[in-house]
């Protein structure tokens, strides 16, 4: 059974640092495109960055500089290090994969930016 876990989540202030993670089993992250997907409140949910089996890496325009997308395969985990934080950064970050048809979300990981 494929399964997402996300973690790392947190309150920082503007200018921080947090580290998400995303756990998976059932599949192995390396043969298949890894997704950061966030919402914000009262906002629809956004696509941040991804990672292919080649490792590399693709960032929405908000983020690119600040996030780093990156791949442990001897963990089977997918990391987002995010950097230089800002207010609008607050959202419920979530991991995504497809999978043949199917489209699979992690239980999501709070980031709040604040000061």
């Known amino acids: 059974q494929l399964q997402l876990v996300a973690s790392g989540g947190g309150l920082v202030q503007p200018g921080g640092s947090l580290r998400l993670s995303c756990a998976a089993s059932g599949i192995v992250v390396s043969s298949y495109l890894m997704r950061w997907y966030r919402q914000a409140p009262g906002k629809q949910r956004e696509w941040v960055a991804n990672?292919?089996?080649?490792?590399?890496?693709g960032y929405t325009d908000s983020v690119k500089g600040r996030f780093t997308i990156s791949r442990d395969n001897a963990k089977n985990t997918v990391s987002l290090q995010m950097n230089s934080l800002k207010h609008e950064d607050t959202a419920v970050y979530y991991c995504n994969v497809d999978r043949g048809s199917e489209t699979y979300w992690g239980k999501g990981t709070l980031v709040t930016v604040s000061s």
């Open positions: 990672i292919n089996s080649y490792g590399n890496a």
